[in-house]
């Protein structure tokens, strides 16, 4: 990969970000043109950075299930909960990427929840399809970090994916920072799909 081509701020403005379990934060929500892919990619930016201090980023990519509606089929609401109170805490930016379903869109992300109920894990479900078990391209990612004057981060993910790309895209990644786990009965395999195709950094027990 070359480094991404350059993007520029659009508009920043102040807005509250509120969970379900009462936590709440404010963040500088900043919007970008130029992006390579022509989507509405967000950058929250969350807390104080410390002057000389990386910032700890996360990319995370949007799950309209997970995310909004609380389903547990998958770990996506609460990884983004604990990125958002994380990053708060030390200064940071979590972007918010309109990858819904590993950039396969709602729909097919649907049908690919159809084939995991007849025992297909979520990456063998995406392959039936004609899909592919991941095809997302942080090329945007790299755009808006840049734009925002980021050259080196700290980055927030259990996903080898996502600093590999950043890394042949010109940002530099000092260090992969894991996320907790947040494994429950409903996402249990979800999780091991992860692990055994994708090598995502979780410890599971069991």
Not at 50 to 60: A, C, F, K, M, Y
Not at 151 to 156: G, N, R
Request: glycine share 10%; hydrophobic share 35%.
């Amino acid at each position: 990969m070359e480094p991404a081509p350059r993007a520029e701020v659009r508009t920043r403005v102040r807005i509250p970000l509120t969970f379900g379990d009462g936590y709440s934060a404010t963040a500088e929500a900043v919007t970008f043109d130029g992006l390579s892919d022509g989507r509405e990619h967000l950058a929250l930016l969350l807390g104080e950075p410390r002057p000389g201090r990386v910032p700890l980023v996360r990319l995370h990519s949007e799950c309209l299930t997970g995310d909004v509606f609380g389903s547990a089929r998958c770990d996506c609401g609460p990884q983004l909960r604990e990125a958002v109170q994380r990053i708060a805490e030390i200064g940071g930016v979590l972007l918010y990427l309109r990858q819904e379903g590993r950039d396969i869109g709602l729909y097919n992300k649907l049908d690919a929840y159809a084939l995991q109920d007849s025992g297909l894990d979520t990456y063998q479900a995406n392959a039936a399809l004609g899909l592919p078990e991941d095809g997302r391209d942080y090329t945007p990612a790299a755009q808006m970090l840049t734009a925002l004057g980021l050259a080196e981060i700290d980055l927030l993910t259990n996903n080898p994916d996502k600093p590999r790309q950043l890394l042949a895209l010109g940002i530099g990644v000092r260090t992969a920072v894991p996320t907790g786990v947040h494994a429950t009965p409903t996402n249990l395999r979800y999780l091991r799909a992860k692990v055994e195709h994708t090598g995502h950094t979780i410890r599971l027990i069991g």
